[in-house]
């Protein structure tokens, strides 16, 4: 059991290109969710999905986009890279029941990251 | 808004001591609360959480966290440092009716030998 897989660890892309990070579960979990931690910011949330098929926007989703084809894999597309998008990116993925979710929710379950650099 | 702060970007303890990492959060209806821990380039790891029931939640590591609803605060605990506990801290709250979490900035937590 992997738990929550990302790569790559490390990336520098240059302005204007374009790049997938990949995110993939191995736990089951219905609910996946990308963030961006910048120094001294706590994390933002880009994107999240409810389940295959199923997106939506949080609070940062400019400059990005999200497919979920499958339950296991939530890949996230930088399509124009740009400087301001240097961060740490994380996905993490939960398990949660019935139409209320935070309070049915179990904790959510992190990867290790990607360290992206634009320049 | 739904918001959660946390006043200290670092805290020093020395080891055996108790520690307190403080988290504060305002939302409307009922808080979901969450602490989660980091340590050098991992991802976050869940620590404990408090959806209802007793006050006092206790989590893994030793760690426990108070939810105190008039005072609206989540404060981690732990009654002897440890050297390894040394990381950032995250406070979260849930957002009632959504799926969503939103973070504090985080504490750095260190403890001296």
């Known amino acids: 059991n992997a738990g929550v897989t990302q790569t790559p660890k490390f990336r520098i892309l240059k302005i204007g290109q374009s790049m997938t990070l990949q995110c993939t579960q191995d736990?089951?979990?219905?609910?996946m969710y990308w963030y961006r931690q910048d120094p001294g910011m706590g994390l933002k949330l880009i994107y999240y999905s409810v389940g295959a098929g199923i997106t939506d926007k949080g609070e940062v989703p400019n400059g990005y986009n999200v497919s979920r084809s499958t339950t296991e894999d939530f890949p996230l597309r930088l399509e124009l890279a740009a400087p301001s998008q240097t961060s740490v990116y994380f996905c993490a993925s939960s398990y949660t029941l019935g139409w209320e979710p935070v309070l049915s929710s179990y904790e959510q379950y992190f990867g290790p990251g990607t360290r992206l650099t634009v320049t | 808004a739904q918001s959660v702060a946390q006043p200290e970007d670092q805290v020093n303890v020395a080891e055996g001591n108790p520690l307190t990492v403080k988290c504060t959060y305002s939302v409307s209806g009922n808080p979901y609360l969450f602490w989660y821990v980091q340590y050098p380039n991992r991802g976050l790891q869940f620590l404990l959480k408090?959806?209802?029931?007793?006050?006092l939640v206790k989590g893994s590591y030793g760690f426990e966290a108070e939810f105190n609803k008039s005072q609206t605060s989540f404060h981690l605990k732990k009654p002897s440092a440890l050297v390894s506990d040394s990381a950032l801290y995250f406070c979260?709250?849930?957002?009632?009716?959504?799926?969503?979490?939103?973070f504090g900035t985080g504490t750095r937590l260190k403890v001296l030998a």
């Open positions: 736990m089951n979990h219905n609910y």
């Open positions: 979260a709250v849930g957002v009632s009716g959504t799926y969503k979490y939103i």
């Open positions: 408090y959806i209802t029931g007793d006050n």
